[in-house]
């Protein structure tokens, strides 16, 4: 079956979330041919076309809210912004883009005592769609790394899940801050349900943290990378391929 054609949509809204959070509303004519409903939390691919013929850019985004003909694409704003972050930057009502998909949304599995969820800001649009889908009686935490105090954001999760805030202005290479965090959580009864997306290096200690430190089954946790620090997402992509094949359970 082959993919669908990206639809064209239009910037209805731009708004600031938090000083390193802008949010784009997409909607328009183009809407028509997206799935109406249950989207949040899906991925959705930006084209940016080039210039002299090139190969457009795929940029992979999270759709964070869905409403009637419209969503919402939460963007990180970079102070060396690649070409998604630098458009959204610029991005005004009536701008339009073309997206591609909605992929299917990953949602935390159900069947664990209770949940962990772990993520930078890259990954903070589809853990706040998570935790809004959650039973109200989901125990457990959320750790979330962000730039600045100010990129807290106030979320809606379970009375029961705690919201613990890494902020961490500087870049970590060796991306240990929240598997570090992690280590020193106290850890609750039972078996958690693990969801974790961050850059590609804290991915493989966040791995490696809950094979060897924290060990959580695998079918109890999800572990992705959504970008790979000083690299494009082309190479990225290579790069987390490459380590799936190698570091398989």
């Excluded at 064209?8 to 390193?20: F, G, K, Q």
């Excluded at 009502?93 to 997206?99: M, P």
């Excluded at 850890?187 to 974790?196: M, Y």
Aim: hydrophobic letters at 40%.
């Amino acid at each position: 079956m082959s993919r669908p054609l990206p639809r064209e949509l239009e910037v209805l809204a731009t708004a600031d979330i938090t000083p390193h959070m802008r949010r784009i509303t997409l909607g328009g004519s183009g809407m028509a041919t997206f799935p109406q409903e249950d989207q949040g939390g899906a991925y959705i691919k930006l084209v940016f076309p080039q210039q002299d013929g090139a190969k457009p850019l795929l940029r992979t985004y999270t759709v964070r809210n869905q409403r009637e003909g419209e969503i919402d694409v939460d963007f990180v704003l970079h102070d060396a912004p690649g070409p998604a972050s630098r458009w959204a930057t610029q991005a005004g009502v009536g701008d339009r883009i073309l997206v591609g998909g909605p992929g299917p949304r990953k949602l935390i599995n159900s069947d664990g005592d209770w949940c962990l969820f772990v993520g930078d800001m890259t990954a903070l649009p589809a853990i706040s769609v998570n935790l809004e889908l959650l039973p109200a009686d989901t125990r457990g935490y959320a750790v979330l790394e962000v730039l600045h105090e100010e990129d807290i954001q106030a979320l809606r999760a379970p009375q029961n899940l705690q919201l613990v805030w890494v902020v961490n202005p500087d870049p970590d290479p060796e991306g240990r801050v929240l598997a570090e965090r992690i280590a020193a959580l106290p850890w609750l009864e039972g078996s958690p349900a693990v969801w974790a997306a961050s850059e590609f290096n804290s991915m493989r200690e966040l791995r490696r943290c809950f094979r060897e430190v924290r060990p959580v089954e695998k079918k109890l946790r999800y572990i992705s990378s959504y970008w790979k620090m000083g690299i494009s997402e082309d190479q990225h992509k290579i790069d987390k391929k490459r380590d799936a094949e190698l570091n398989a359970d």
